[in-house]
């Protein structure tokens, strides 16, 4: 069986000491394929560096809404436009809205996402969202700036109402760890409701460890645990859930 992982954090500080074993270990639990996410500019220029560095790694690039304040994103363009010639790069992301934590900002949020759509569109590249507390805002947005490319909802949290129309408006869907928690009814119903051609798997690692490893760091090779939990969800096999997350990982990133 072969999986991929197509959003994991390997950059992450808790990684610094260790990215190679991890990288290895997740190989040798199938995951054939690791696509590394950026947050910001560093992370994006740090994320292609590492996806050159392993043949199985790959790099999406952007600006996380966490990180859009004291931005221009003008002179950032630029330097996306450079780094999306890389051939390792598969896509404009994590970018979106977040208004968990702070909705001050949710202009600028919503401007520099609609931007990033802009790029991708220009560039050929899908993109990945990332959307926390502003589903409403995330489908007004995606109706007017529509992506030309099927794109993805990372970690997708929402209803099965809101993923039908973002089916419409060419989105596929990611889950993780989340899906293995008991209080998680809500995506186990939408899991359970989507159609496989449109579900991926990912980790979000080092966040979100499915069980049975809840409280450890999380891995890419933990994404096995998530497809079995999958399979189950929707009654087949996990190696027909391998097959279909792997040839939509393909379609949609082109790897």
């Known amino acids: ?38 947050y910001d500019m560093q992370s994006s220029i740090d994320a292609v560096d590492l996806a050159h560095k392993f043949a199985n790694v790959f790099a999406t690039i952007g600006l996380h809404p ?18 999306v010639k890389e051939k390792k790069v598969v896509g404009i992301g994590e970018i979106g809205l977040d208004y968990h934590f702070t909705v001050e900002n949710k202009n600028l949020q919503k401007l520099i996402f609609e931007k990033q759509i802009e790029l991708a569109n220009e560039v050929g590249l899908p993109i990945v969202v990332h959307c926390r507390d502003a589903m409403g805002d995330t489908i007004e947005i995606l109706k007017k700036t529509k992506v030309k490319k ?6 997708y949290s929402g209803s099965f109402e809101s ?21 998680a009814k809500n995506v186990v119903e939408v899991v359970k ?9 990912e980790t979000d690692c080092p966040y979100m460890t499915p069980v049975p490893f809840r409280g450890q760091r999380n ?26 997350t792997t040839e939509n990982a393909r379609r949609v990133f082109g790897i």
């Open 219 to 244: 891995e890419p090779k933990n994404v096995v645990y998530v497809a079995d939990q999958i399979a189950r969800i929707k009654g087949i096999s996990i190696e027909e859930v391998a097959r279909i």
């Open 150 to 155: 099927e794109s993805l909802m990372h970690c």
């Open 66 to 83: 966490e990180n859009v304040d004291d931005v221009d994103f003008e002179q950032e363009k630029q330097l996306l436009i450079k780094l």
């Open 1 to 38: 069986m072969k999986f991929v992982d197509v959003h994991a954090h390997i950059l992450d500080e808790c990684f610094k000491e260790d990215v190679e074993e991890v990288v290895k270990r997740a190989d040798e639990k199938g995951v054939t394929k690791i696509i590394c996410s950026a």
């Open 193 to 201: 409701n989507l159609p496989m051609e449109k579900i991926l798997l």
């Open 163 to 183: 993923a039908k129309i973002l089916m419409n408006l060419g989105f596929s869907f990611s889950f993780g760890g989340v899906v293995t928690f008991k209080n």
